[in-house]
Structures are given as C-alpha cells and as structure tokens.
C-alpha cells in the first residue's frame, strides 16, 4: 500500500524544546518537501530535497532544519529558534521536477 | 512577484447548485497549474494537472480549466460531501522549480 506517512498526527511541546517531525513514503519518489500551513495563507514551502544527501532551504527555513539520508525518509526539526512554531506541517513528494506533489496526512504542532 | 490569487475566499452553495471557483496567477515560466482538495485536518488529494491554455480536466462533477491567466474550478450539480477546501497552485521555474499555493476556497454545500 503505497502512500506517505507523517507521525505524530498531534505533537505538544513546551516552548524552547526541539521537535521532530517525521516523514516516511514508499512511493520512490525522489523529491520531497515540507511545508507549514497556517489559516488563511497558503502553504510555505520550508526545506525541499531533490535527491538523497542534499537539500535546499524553502521560504521559510529560518528556525528549522531537515536531513535526506535515506530516499524514503525526509525528518523535519522545529529548533527552539523557530519563533511561531505552532501550525500543521506538510510533507509531501512528487514524481519528477514537473509534477504534481502528493501529500502526507499532516502533523498539527503546538507549543505551549 | 510570482502570485496566486483564488476567489471567492469561501462558497456555501445548495445541493444541485452548480457554480465555479477562480484561480488566477502571475508567474514567470509557468510548467504546470494544479488544483487540490483539502479536508479539515487532513492533506491536499490531488485532483487535476493542467499544462497549457485551453485544457480541461474532469472528475466526477468537477471540471477545471485553464487560460493564460487563471483557471476555473467547475462544480456540477454538487452534494455535501463536495464540501472542502479547495487550493491551486502553480509550478513556476526561474533557475529552479517551485510550487506557489492560493489561500484555498472554502467550498460548503448544504442538504
């Protein structure tokens, strides 16, 4: 059963804690991408990695940070730096640089 | 600036009462218009890949179509459980790709 998968679905933290999201999918997709979703914006893109051992900072990479050590896991760490880390994050992948990007379910961060 | 723009910012529609959602956009070197349906709480499904001006793309009772400038969302007679928020967004390259999301329509279809 191919898909994506984020865990947790929820996560709380007391601020100045770091937190690790994480980002796993069998689907061999090469690209993957985490995004943050807060009401009444569209999604911003944080960190994208095209291929395995690289990545690159989004719009919105300041406070976080990613790895890309294995093809099919792509973790994402909220840092105490991050100011306004409460949101739900996205993952997602697509198939080739032109393309539609699947998402994983989401995981809804609150900091307290 | 590279832009996506989508109105109404929320629908509420009856059942069977057709209408459409817009999405249009500014970008350089644009490679490809998507359009998503999100459910609270929930990620983005995909739903429609559009490339070039004069496309259309239909699923069940949605239909989406593009122009040079912006792309319609085309919902027939819907049901409540059409009820979601709908996104576009577009595939963009200036020396790299990106993805640039519209705030989404919320889309509410009452019994």
């Known amino acids: 059963d191919g898909g994506i998968t984020q865990s947790p679905k929820y996560l709380f933290r007391k601020e100045g804690q770091n937190v690790t999201l994480s980002c796993e999918q069998n689907l061999n997709h090469d690209a993957m991408y985490w995004y943050r979703q807060d009401p009444g914006q569209g999604l911003r893109l944080i960190y994208y990695?095209?291929?395995?051992?690289?990545?690159q900072k989004g719009d919105i990479a300041e406070g976080y940070s990613v790895s890309r050590e294995k093809k099919e896991s792509f973790p994402l760490t909220v840092t105490s730096a991050q100011k306004n880390p409460t949101a739900f994050y996205l993952c997602?992948?697509?198939?080739?640089?032109?393309?539609?990007?699947?998402f994983g379910p989401g995981t809804r961060l609150t900091v307290t | 600036e590279d832009q996506v723009t989508q109105s109404p910012e929320a629908l509420r529609l009856q059942e069977g009462e057709s209408s459409s959602l817009n999405c249009s956009y500014t970008v350089s070197g644009l490679r490809g218009l998507f359009w998503y349906r999100q459910d609270p709480g929930k990620g983005p499904e995909f739903l429609f890949t559009?490339?070039?001006a004069g496309e259309e793309k239909e699923k069940e009772r949605l239909k989406a179509t593009l122009t040079k400038k912006e792309s319609f969302l085309h919902i027939t007679a819907p049901k409540p459980e059409d009820s979601a928020t709908y996104l576009c967004?577009?595939?963009?390259?200036?020396?790299?790709?990106?993805?640039?999301f519209g705030t989404g329509t919320r889309l509410k279809v009452l019994a």
């Open positions: 967004a577009v595939q963009a390259y200036s020396g790299t790709y990106k993805y640039i």
């Open positions: 990695s095209q291929i395995v051992n690289d990545f």
């Open positions: 559009l490339y070039s």
């Open positions: 997602a992948t697509t198939t080739s640089a032109i393309s539609e990007q699947y």
